[in-house]
């Protein structure tokens, strides 16, 4: 399905258990929050009460989305330990043929990535250039900086 979000298993893991925070722990406090500021009268004029709707209108929203995402997941087995085929989950190191960098990148799904932390989406240029490719083999990828060549050198 064209709508389907991939996740890994700990990604999934990851968003369940924000779920379970948000709806077990923020929530309830703002619930409460709420009510103590309800208690201390006008509230067109109450900043901790507005506040608290405000915000508990955003974490609705948030628990909404993340729902929202679980509903249209695609559960991605990651490679097994071992595995020397780049795939969902695994630890690619690179060495940039122009410059001779080397460099490591985690293959997640879209909605996992995190570029900041070297995780990178499997349906990314660098992400379907490296699916599937085993070390020693050369990639050629387009970048925003223009052609990028890269070697796998290892995968984890």
Request: with cysteine.
């Given at each position: 399905m064209a709508d389907d979000i991939l996740l890994t298993p700990s990604g999934k893991k990851k968003i369940e258990d924000e779920l379970v925070?948000?709806?077990?722990?923020?929530?309830?406090?703002?619930?409460?929050?709420?009510?103590?500021?309800?208690e201390l009268g006008d509230l067109s004029e109450?900043?901790?009460?507005q506040d608290a709707k405000r915000q508990q209108g955003f974490i609705a929203g948030k628990i909404a989305d993340l729902q929202a995402t679980l509903d249209r997941a695609r559960i991605v087995d990651e490679v097994a330990p071992g595995t020397e085929v780049a795939g969902m989950g695994s630890t690619i190191t690179v060495r940039d043929?122009?410059?001779?960098?080397?460099?490591?990148?985690?293959?997640?799904?879209?909605?996992?990535?995190?570029?900041?932390?070297?995780?990178i989406s499997?349906?990314?240029p660098v992400g379907k250039a490296l699916m599937g490719r085993k070390v020693?083999?050369?990639?050629?990828?387009?970048?925003p900086a223009?052609?990028?060549?890269?070697q796998i050198i290892a995968v984890a």
């Open positions: 925070r948000l709806r077990s722990t923020e929530m309830p406090a703002l619930s409460e929050r709420i009510r103590v500021a309800r109450n900043f901790d009460y043929l122009d410059y001779g960098d080397e460099f490591s990148y985690t293959l997640v799904g879209a909605y996992e990535a995190d570029p900041a932390n070297d995780c499997a349906s990314s020693g083999e050369t990639i050629q990828v387009d970048t223009g052609k990028a060549a890269y």
